[in-house]
């Protein structure tokens, strides 16, 4: 899974998508952390009193690198059976199984260290302004960031790998990877709405659950990590009695690392044996296994139902929640198997 060749040929179809995740994550966090110290210097300016205030989330950062992270495995994947670079890849002297963990550690190792990159230059950033004098134990909550963010990009890139072993087009990749990084939360939130309009209340039950299952939606549960400082009050932020009125971190849960180690586990067992599996003529089909339709059909069909008798379930219309959930269920069901005929994708 070291070679040299194996390497170049990742870095030649990939190296566009590493560039951009280096740029969004310079842009994001080093950055944004210079922007908010620029806004309370304007501040300063204008009212001649410096009120450091800075408050800065994951949520931007955590949806475009998991964007760039999807198109990277659809780079090292599902684009192989269209630029016939996985000719190449079968030319070598290699099993199937260490190319795709050639993959695997490939992107790991750059999505880790551009992370390791950008946070160390926060954190000089931090160190060498006046923000250290507000933000506390900057390495402590940095460095645990960076171990939750590296489980959780990496666990999204094994996941996103695992996919692009049993799909040969480019939008079932990119939908069906989308579809399975928030299937869990997505869900709980279908079949709760449907449960509120059966019952009229409020299931706190089912809530504290719900609290549970998220923890395997890894991109929502990365973006709950946040930093707040509230203005403090003073002339000068030269003035060593002038303090923050509060500064407090938000860290997403440990479970983070339970569940994103499962994940991994998980798609890279199932990846390599996809991937040993893979009959190079069904390079071009949308599922790769034709095992996998009926359960792909039926799986897409409900998940579809729930989202039809999501728009109207409020309470006192069941008759109506149960036609466009029936409704919705039944279409996305015939209309999938015409076109997995018509097309010949099947």
């Not at 560039?19 to 210097?41: C, E, K």
């Not at 933000?135 to 692009?164: C, D, K, Q, R």
């Not at 997505?186 to 504290?208: D, K, M, P």
């Not at 990365?222 to 400082?229: D, K, Q």
Request: aromatic share 18%.
């Amino acid at each position: 899974m070291w070679n040299k060749a194996l390497w170049l040929q990742n870095w030649k179809n990939s190296k566009y998508v590493i560039y951009t995740l280096w740029i969004i994550l310079f842009v994001t966090i080093p950055i944004y952390y210079l922007q908010a110290l620029s806004d309370n210097y304007n501040y300063e300016k204008r009212n001649g009193t410096f009120e450091y205030q800075h408050y800065f989330d994951i949520a931007y950062p955590t949806i475009t690198v998991t964007i760039l992270i999807l198109c990277l495995a659809i780079m090292l994947t599902t684009m192989e059976y269209h630029n016939e670079n996985s000719d190449f890849h079968l030319s070598l002297p290699f099993s199937r199984k260490d190319i795709f963990f050639s993959k695997f550690v490939y992107g790991a190792i750059h999505i880790i260290v551009a992370l390791a990159v950008n946070i160390a230059l926060t954190l000089i950033i931090i160190q060498t302004t006046v923000i250290h004098q507000y933000e506390t134990n900057a390495y402590a909550h940095w460095g645990m960031f960076f171990l939750l963010a590296s489980a959780t990009f990496v666990a999204i890139y094994a996941l996103a790998l695992f996919i692009g072993t049993i799909t040969g087009h480019v939008v079932a990749h990119f939908t069906l990877t989308g579809i399975l990084l928030f299937f869990t939360h997505g869900c709980i939130l279908l079949v709760e709405r449907i449960l509120y309009a059966h019952t009229w209340s409020q299931n706190f039950t089912f809530y504290e659950a719900h609290d549970a299952i998220k923890s395997f939606t890894l991109p929502i549960m990365l973006a709950e990590y946040s930093i707040t400082n509230s203005p403090g009050y003073g002339t000068s932020y030269n003035d060593p009695d002038y303090l923050p009125v509060s500064f407090d971190v938000m860290m997403p849960t440990p479970y983070l690392f339970l569940s994103s180690a499962i994940i991994i586990a998980i798609c890279l067992y199932f990846g390599q044996q996809a991937c040993t599996h893979t009959k190079s003529e069904n390079g071009y089909k949308a599922l790769l296994f034709p095992s996998l339709h009926q359960p792909f059909i039926i799986c897409t069909s409900i998940c579809v139902a729930l989202v039809g008798g999501f728009f109207d379930s409020a309470p006192g219309y069941l008759f109506i929640n149960y036609i466009l959930l029936i409704f919705c269920g039944l279409v996305t069901y015939f209309l999938l198997q015409w076109i997995f005929r018509r097309k010949q994708v099947a």
